[in-house]
């Protein structure tokens, strides 16, 4: 895929780059791409991507953070043809030997903070710490396990259709992967930790993010396009899983 970088913070232990990846015409699998110095990938936009390293594939969309390792060779087949936009942190420290990639599971207040340190970085006005902070955080923040197919690809459906208006319904989801809604329920919160629910809800706060990050203020017309049925009904959700209210993130992130 083609990149446009942006050098953000050039210090000591690290770099911090905001990266745009331009979805390319054709499906399948990028070339190869071969890791030189250990990195770590924050998600900063909504598009979905496996991503796929020897014999195990793994799914990336908005709340998936990538740590990747030194001489890793990898491959990207986008899900959803758009633009990617990522925070890519890359380690000057080398990796322990046996250090194998990591995919992890990010809060929306994480994803906050990666929206607000960049912003900052761009500003001139601090930032490293946070970013710092967040990789130290990437130790203890769930991981992602190998997923069932069906997990897999109700994660990909939600993740396709978070954004719209008219959204799937449990049972329309649980017909799409050929389950019932009691067995895709609990077999989607054993292995993300969230229910169906709460996945889909922190997949549309993603997308709030990113368009609080573009510059975008008005914030009615945000909630009418995430299906919510107020500006203050999707308010209070931000408020609860942010722990800031749209509007200081709106001034924040603009």
Same mark, same amino acid.
């Given at each position: 895929m083609p990149h446009d970088r942006t050098l953000l913070?050039? +210090?000591? @232990?690290? =770099?911090?780059?905001?990266?745009?990846?331009?979805?390319?015409?054709?499906? +399948?699998? &990028? +070339?190869?791409?071969?890791i030189e110095s250990r990195r770590i990938i924050f998600p900063a936009g909504r598009a979905?991507?496996?991503?796929?390293? +020897?014999? &195990?594939t793994w799914q990336v969309d908005a709340l998936t953070a990538m740590h990747l390792v030194d001489a890793m060779v990898y491959q990207l087949r986008p899900v959803v043809r758009a633009m990617r936009q990522s925070v890519v942190v890359s380690r000057h420290r080398p990796a322990r030997s046996d250090a194998a990639p990591a995919f992890?599971?990010? &809060?929306?207040?994480?994803?906050?903070?990666?929206?607000?340190?960049?912003?900052?970085?761009? $500003? #001139?006005? #601090? #930032? !490293?710490? !946070?970013?710092?902070s967040l990789v130290a955080e990437l130790e203890t923040s769930r991981r992602q396990m190998p997923l069932t197919s069906t997990v897999a690809n109700a994660k990909r459906l939600l993740a396709e259709t978070? @954004?719209?208006? $008219?959204?799937?319904?449990?049972?329309?989801? !649980? @017909? $799409?992967?050929?389950? &019932?809604?009691?067995h895709l329920a609990r077999s989607?919160?054993?292995?993300t930790g969230l229910s169906l629910h709460q996945y889909r809800q922190h997949l549309r706060i993603a997308s709030a993010l990113e368009r609080?990050?573009?510059?975008? =203020? @008005?914030? !009615? #017309?945000?909630a009418h396009d995430l299906g919510y049925c107020s500006q203050s009904h999707l308010g209070a959700v931000f408020r609860h899983e942010v722990d800031v209210t749209l509007g200081e993130a709106r001034s924040a992130l603009a």
């Amino acid at each position: 895929m083609p990149h446009d970088r942006t050098l953000l913070y050039a +210090g000591q @232990d690290f =770099t911090v780059e905001h990266l745009r990846s331009h979805a390319k015409d054709e499906p +399948g699998w &990028s +070339g190869p791409y071969t890791i030189e110095s250990r990195r770590i990938i924050f998600p900063a936009g909504r598009a979905v991507l496996d991503v796929r390293w +020897g014999d &195990s594939t793994w799914q990336v969309d908005a709340l998936t953070a990538m740590h990747l390792v030194d001489a890793m060779v990898y491959q990207l087949r986008p899900v959803v043809r758009a633009m990617r936009q990522s925070v890519v942190v890359s380690r000057h420290r080398p990796a322990r030997s046996d250090a194998a990639p990591a995919f992890c599971q990010l &809060s929306p207040r994480s994803l906050y903070r990666i929206h607000l340190a960049q912003r900052q970085l761009r $500003a #001139g006005d #601090g #930032g !490293a710490p !946070a970013i710092a902070s967040l990789v130290a955080e990437l130790e203890t923040s769930r991981r992602q396990m190998p997923l069932t197919s069906t997990v897999a690809n109700a994660k990909r459906l939600l993740a396709e259709t978070a @954004d719209r208006e $008219a959204r799937l319904s449990l049972h329309e989801l !649980a @017909d $799409a992967v050929s389950r &019932s809604p009691f067995h895709l329920a609990r077999s989607f919160r054993q292995q993300t930790g969230l229910s169906l629910h709460q996945y889909r809800q922190h997949l549309r706060i993603a997308s709030a993010l990113e368009r609080l990050a573009d510059g975008d =203020t @008005d914030l !009615a #017309g945000i909630a009418h396009d995430l299906g919510y049925c107020s500006q203050s009904h999707l308010g209070a959700v931000f408020r609860h899983e942010v722990d800031v209210t749209l509007g200081e993130a709106r001034s924040a992130l603009a």
